[in-house]
């Protein structure tokens, strides 16, 4: 429940009557209604726990008790008891405790002692039907605004007369005041512009043209801009840079949808103005120093229908807030706006870096005078982090990648103030978002050798192994292994678990950490024997089988089969062919062929994906592979335990271990048959074929099974089984 109180005026006693009614997620506003009669404004007195609220209708000065909770009225100065008056703005002049009020009926303005709460003199004849006035720093000026003449009056405090009246234009009808320095900026209703005195030339000198309807106007803090309402539903805030005096920008407030806002009276509070709607019956808040709207953390209702003029406690925690039309004052308890700061730039770190402090990251904190707070923040993937993002209350971002992050880490901060006295939903700031982008490290090559040696990089910087460096990635670096003398030879590079390499200077793209190992080896002739049932090409050079030969450690060798190859076992292993190396030790390699009549399989341990090339006299799978412990073939969309095998088609065989075995049969030349569509099993042929369809076209896709991995090709081999896509029903003819 919230309280709401009624101030009731009877028999010359003020009656405060308290009642609670019902309240739904907004601060209501306590109302003081009963006694007064179309308010028109208010003004709090500094220090002294005192306010002054004028009526039109009833030509009375209400004074109100603000140190009573509800606040009271607790006197009224009645300016005229009969005849037409009506009482509309008021000033305060702080430098002699005098209160003005206007009379816009008959043109004049009265002046109260705040000491004592009495009328001083008589009335001063202002003229024009004057509508608002405002008090010089100092207190020695009045300046009234007299619409129907379109002044502006200036008034000598002291002497209480007229001492100019400065035209400002034909229905200019001025009505908002501001003072800085010697230039009074005045808003004309209907000239939609701000016109701008010279108080020492006392004449207009300028005019700022601005959007519809300009209603009041007020200097921020620091002076540098000048915020102009505007009294139409758009709700416009107008920006004008007084030390230019130029038209800025217009400030919105609400959205482009909302309708009705009517912005009258404005007042500043530190870095923030205080708009009261006379249409939507709410507050708009503008931060002054980013000139733009926020948001109280509850929409503030002003407590009754159209508002127009405000004033604030000498404590800033209250808003009284005048309803002229419905007869009423309101005091309304003002939450401080939620928590705001502004963020930094997104990070860009490296995974190996230490722990990272930006300072001053959040800026512009604000949380409210003599409030605490503190920074929340949560990120979406933590395990980026040995130390998760924190800010502390400066506003000093910290935290320490992981040394395996690799990616993006979006990081939601709030702030929270950190108070108990008002709803949790004021206390906590919009969330904002950033990034923390961590890459790798610059990659890191590890270099070691054996035997004697030295590794130059990139023809400058000779190192002696074991030895590090860290290099960007993607850049190009030499590496050239050297030898200490003549008894040394280099033989090969050895990088991670790659193939050796023979290539000397070497030249590397990096794109990750590398080990690099250079092979040295003593300068002795070593023999290389090659057995088997081929002929051999040695570095170019044909050789009937067997046949030996001594190098000198770290020579090239290429070995080469022209016709019939099957495979490569001994040192090396393999299908490869030619196969290349640098010999740099005792090496016995078997160079094997098929014949006429057979067919060789080199099979590794586990699944082979085979094809008979060759047509044997028993074609029981056992007979022609007696080792396999398993095979398949691919049928009807399914694999079933295979007993015989056909030409023409794939198989895949299980080996206990590796093995070379020979097939004999006639040659399998060419195979034509009907396939569906879809993933079907082939097998090649006794020479290296091309498939064809009919109709053309019909296959996808073609992929072969080599070492453990499959392989997109557009040949087949013999011996080999291969997997086909077929895009539709088609014959297939290998030949």
Known sequence: MQKKHIITFIAGLFICILFEMALADEFQA??????????????????????????????????????????????????QSSGEIKLIKLAYNKAYQEVYALDWANSRLFIIDTTHDKLLDSPIIVGGYPQNLMVSDDGQTIYVCANQKDEIVLIDRASKNI????????????????????????????????????????????????????????????EKYLYVSHDTSMGEISLIDSQTDTYVSSIQLGNAQETSKNPKEMLILENQLIVVNFGDQRLSLIDTDLNQQIDFCHPLFTGASYPE???????????????????????????????????????????????????????????????????????????????????????????????TAEGQARVEVKLIRNTTEIPDVCNISDT????????????????????NGEIVINDATRVLPPYNQQFPKNETVKFEARP??????????????????????????????????AIFVENEPI?????????????????????????????????????N??????????????????????????????????????????????????VPENNVILKNFPQAEAAYEYKNGEYIRAYTMEPGKGYW?????????????????????????????IGGIYQTSKIQTLPENCVKTIYGYFEGAYQNVDEILPGKGYWIFLEKDCDVLIQ
């Open 30 to 79: 306590q109302q003081m209604t009963g006694i007064f009669k179309y308010p028109s404004d208010i003004v709090v007195i500094p220090n002294q726990n005192k306010a002054y609220v004028s009526s039109q209708t009833n030509g009375v000065i209400s004074i109100v008790d603000l140190s009573l909770s509800p606040p009271c009225v607790t006197n009224q100065i009645l300016v």
């Open 163 to 222: 001492t100019q009246r400065i035209y400002i234009g034909e229905d200019a009808d001025p009505y908002g005041m501001v003072l800085i320095g010697n230039k009074l900026y005045v808003t004309g209703r209907f000239s939609n512009k701000v016109h701008i005195i010279d108080l020492d030339k006392q004449l207009e000198v300028n005019r700022i043209k601005v959007t519809q309807s300009p209603f009041d106007i007020i200097a921020r803090a620091d």
């Open 309 to 403: 003029q405000l004033a604030i406690s000498d404590n800033h925690k209250q808003l009284y807030i005048v309803h002229p039309f419905s007869d009423q004052v309101t005091v309304l308890s003002l939450p401080p706006p939620k928590p705001m700061f502004t963020k930094g730039a997104d990070i860009q770190v490296k995974n190996c870096d230490n722990t990272q402090l930006i300072r001053n990251w959040a800026t512009s904190i604000q949380a409210g005078m003599n409030a605490t707070w503190m920074f929340q923040c949560v990120t979406n993937n933590e395990v980026f982090f040995s130390q998760l993002p924190e800010i502390s209350t400066d506003g000093s971002l910290s935290f320490t990648p992981s040394i």
């Open 432 to 451: 904002q978002t950033f990034y923390i982008h961590i890459t790798t490290c610059d990659p890191t090559v590890f270099l070691s050798k054996t035997g």
């Open 484 to 517: 200490y003398n003549d008894q040394w030879l280099f033989s090969h590079w050895l990088i991670d678990n790659a193939p050796s390499q023979t290539k000397n200077p070497l030249v590397i793209d990096i794109q990750k950490d590398i080990n690099l190992k």
């Open 527 to 563: 023999q290389l024997h090659i057995d088997g049932n081929c002929l051999v090409s040695v570095n170019g050079i044909s050789h009937t089988l067997p046949w030996e030969n001594l190098f000198t450690p770290g020579n090239a060798v290429t070995l080469a089969v022209s016709d």
């Open 565 to 614: 190859f099957s495979h490569w076992t001994g040192d090396i292993s393999g299908l490869e062919n030619p196969i290349f190396f640098k010999i740099d030790t005792q090496m016995q390699i078997n160079a094997h062929c098929n014949t006429d009549d057979s067919r060789q399989y080199y099979l590794k341990k586990g699944f082979n994906l085979v094809a008979l090339s060759v």
């Open 653 to 681: 065989i299980c080996m206990p271990s590796t093995r070379t075995i020979e097939i004999i049969g006639h040659r399998y030349t060419s195979h034509h048959v009907h396939l569906n569509r879809g993933w079907q099993l």
